[in-house]
């Protein structure tokens, strides 16, 4: 059974940094074409971030490029995304996902994997 299990939430200051972190268990994330997503209150999921397998490009949403980065641990079988300068519209539940299609990840929808969401809140 294929899980992929976010940490690394929780509430920070405006300014400030979080590490998300999304762990897989039951497959190999280097098989797939993964990103992050976040949703944030009353509003529509939204991909932020991803990892092209290809080549290893990355893209970011305009919202998050320059503050937000993406990563992956082969060795650890875990993707990563690095979050400084955080804003309060970053205040969202955050998803790592995981498509064997980088232009079905690049949609949001039908994606393979999903993990379960994890709550960050910017705030002072």
């Known amino acids: 059974q294929v899980q992929l299990a976010e940490s690394g939430g929780g509430l920070v200051q405006p300014g400030g940094s979080l590490r998300l972190s999304c762990a897989a268990s039951?497959?190999?994330?280097?098989?797939?074409?993964i990103g992050w997503f976040h949703q944030a209150p009353g509003k529509n999921s939204e991909e932020i971030a991803c990892?092209?397998?290809?080549?290893?490009?990355?893209w970011y949403a305009d919202s998050v490029r320059g503050r937000f980065t993406i990563s992956m641990d082969n060795a650890s079988n875990t993707m990563s995304l690095q979050m400084n300068g955080l804003k309060s519209e970053d205040t969202a539940v955050y998803y790592c996902?995981?498509?064997?299609?980088?232009?079905?990840?690049?949609?949001?929808?039908?994606?393979?994997?999903w993990g379960q969401g994890i709550q960050v809140t910017v705030s002072s």
């Open positions: 996902a995981a498509d064997s299609s980088f232009n079905q990840l690049r949609t949001g929808t039908n994606i393979d994997y």
């Open positions: 039951g497959t190999t994330l280097d098989y797939y074409e």
């Open positions: 990892i092209r397998k290809r080549d290893g490009s990355t």
